[in-house]
């Protein structure tokens, strides 16, 4: 079993950095990595959109509105997944959750969800 929990979500000012981070963990004694991951956020009364993307091949997508913003990586074990965010304005305000494809040696790879961290930006 796979869990996937996020953190770093805070209240900051505009302009201001975070970083959220989306740790997975599995059952003691598992092999697993996280192959393919995925940040959306979700502003109070809107859809659920997405924000930025890394693929198996560790390719790199991000939605305009925060192109050359916010940056979407992994650590070297591939357990955790990050995303930088710098130069936040007041419209990056939104829970923002984080979805992964990960692989472990018993099931193969499978989407997981974290619970979702809030982002507030303030003026």
């Known amino acids: 079993q796979v869990q996937l929990v996020e953190s770093g979500g805070d209240l900051v000012q505009a302009g201001g950095s975070l970083r959220l981070s989306c740790a997975a963990s599995?059952?003691?004694?598992?092999?697993?990595?996280?192959?393919?991951l995925t940040w959306y956020r979700q502003a109070p009364g809107k859809l659920r959109e997405l924000v930025a993307q890394?693929?198996?091949?560790?390719?790199?997508n991000y939605a305009d509105f925060v192109k050359g913003r916010f940056d979407i990586s992994t650590n070297g074990h591939k357990n955790t997944g990050y995303l930088q965010m710098n130069d936040l304005k007041l419209e990056d305000t939104g829970v923002y959750y984080c979805?992964?494809?990960?692989?472990?040696?018993?099931?193969?790879?499978?989407?997981?969800w974290g619970q979702g961290t809030q982002v507030t930006v303030s003026s």
């Open positions: 979805n992964a494809g990960v692989w472990t040696a018993v099931t193969g790879t499978r989407d997981y």
């Open positions: 890394m693929t198996t091949g560790g390719d790199k």
């Open positions: 599995a059952t003691s004694g598992s092999v697993y990595r996280i192959n393919r």
